[in-house]
């Protein structure tokens, strides 16, 4: 007598398709939540506030200009996961030669929610003051401005998948020295 008959290998087949078709219901679905609800978003970075704090300028002895801007920005996590991220620097550049840079404090920002990030930059035109453009943006009364800012940190999905990521934020931020207020545009990507 066989070790199977016909009636083994009959059910010995349902077992398999059926575990077959489990399986790529399965792959379906993880492939499905991965690119509609886990596939990473960029955070959306609004700016709630530029207060134009001081402008001083000294046109004795040498044209010396210094500006304290306050920014409150708001990242909007739109990620199901929470984004901890490593104290970082942000960078503040005027047509491209360094202006100022600014102290970000490691924090995390939770899973689909809103985070204030509150920062104080002060500008000081020694580093682009021999910019060709500096003085005639000054007497036109608007200067243009560009912060960039990379934070590093671990993104962690219902605590259980934890990866790297990297996020950049760019912001043109323009000033208005007749009007002593300030406006800013931000765009933002997350990078795995």
């Not at 304290?68 to 929470?82: D, F, K, Q, V």
């Not at 960039?148 to 043109?172: E, F, N, P, Y």
């Amino acid at each position: 007598m066989g070790c199977c008959n016909s009636r083994t290998k009959k059910a010995l087949k349902i077992g398999c398709g059926i575990t077959a078709i489990l399986l790529i219901i399965l792959l379906i679905v993880a492939i499905t939540l991965y690119f509609t609800i886990l596939k990473p978003k960029s955070p959306k970075v609004t700016t709630q506030s530029v207060a134009l704090e001081t402008v001083r300028l000294e046109p004795f002895p040498a044209i010396h200009l210094n500006i304290t801007i306050g920014l409150i920005l708001t990242i909007h996590n739109r990620n199901y996961g929470s984004f901890k991220y490593d104290s970082s620097r942000a960078y503040v550049t005027y047509r491209g030669d360094p202006a100022a840079e600014a102290l970000i404090e490691a924090d995390t920002i939770p899973a689909r929610a809103d985070h204030d990030l509150n920062t104080t930059v002060l500008i000081d035109s020694d580093g682009f003051f021999k910019n060709p453009n500096f003085l005639g943006d000054l007497f036109s009364g608007c200067l243009n401005f560009t912060s960039s800012t990379a934070l590093h940190g671990k993104v962690t999905v219902w605590k259980v998948l934890k990866l790297k990521a990297r996020t950049v934020s760019t912001c043109d931020i323009s000033v208005f020295t007749k009007f002593q207020n300030a406006t800013s545009v931000c765009k933002s990507k997350i990078k795995f």
